[in-house]
Structures are given as C-alpha cells and as structure tokens.
C-alpha cells in the first residue's frame, strides 16, 4: 500500500483547502479510506472516511465544513476543507484500514502527512 498525500499549505481562517491523496495497492472492497490529522502536542483524531459499501463518516468538530471523496477511478482520496478554522491546524494523513460493509476496523497504513495552517 502507498499513499501519498499533497494539497497543504497555508491559508487564513475561513479559507478552503483540498487535500489529496494518491493511493495504491489498495482493495476497497475491503478497505476503509481514512483522513486523520494530529495537532501539535495533542493525540491522532480521525476527520473523515469512506467505508467499503461507500457510507461516509465525518468527526463531530467538522460540523459540516469538509467533505470526503473518491474519484471516479477510486485512486485518490479527496478532502475539500472549507470555512477553515484556526483549530484545524494540524499535519493531515491518508489512512487506510480494514472494513465491511459500513464498518471500519482499526488503522494499517499510514501517509507521510501534509501540514495544513490556518491564521
């Protein structure tokens, strides 16, 4: 599995990000496809992700402002970030894990990260 993440930068609050993510080697017929993000000194969160049968989940703090997708080929993973705010700055991953169904289980593999700052 590899996964490459691009997209970050820096942008003023209220401002909108996207943020993709290359993948390969992946099954998504058994596959979860994942966005975490871990801030400076506080623990990983999951933001989003896809479930095998397509259902999505989105972290309680996204309220509406994000929006995960695939394109129509299933290689990248898309994160539209929208209404940034300054508490959303973190290191943003690409995630993949088992699943089934609308069940996600656990995290395997992991991106090398994009840094997203909001001021």
């Known amino acids: 599995v590899q996964l490459v993440e691009s997209g970050g930068g820096s942008v003023q609050a209220g401002g909108s990000l996207r943020l993709s993510c290359a993948m390969s080697g992946i099954t998504l017929g058994r596959s979860c496809v994942k966005w975490w993000r871990q801030a400076p000194g506080k623990e990983r969160e999951g933001v989003a992700h896809?479930?095998?049968?397509?259902?999505?989940w989105y972290g309680i703090f996204v309220k509406g402002r994000f929006s995960i997708s695939l394109d129509n080929a299933k290689t990248t993973l898309y994160l539209q970030m929208n209404n940034l705010k300054v508490e959303d700055t973190a290191t943003y991953y690409c995630?993949?894990?088992?699943?089934?169904?609308?069940?996600?289980?656990?995290?395997?593999?992991w991106g090398q990260g994009t840094q997203v700052t909001v001021s």
């Open positions: 995630v993949t894990g088992s699943g089934s169904g609308r069940y996600c289980y656990g995290e395997t593999d």
């Open positions: 896809i479930a095998p049968d397509g259902s999505t």
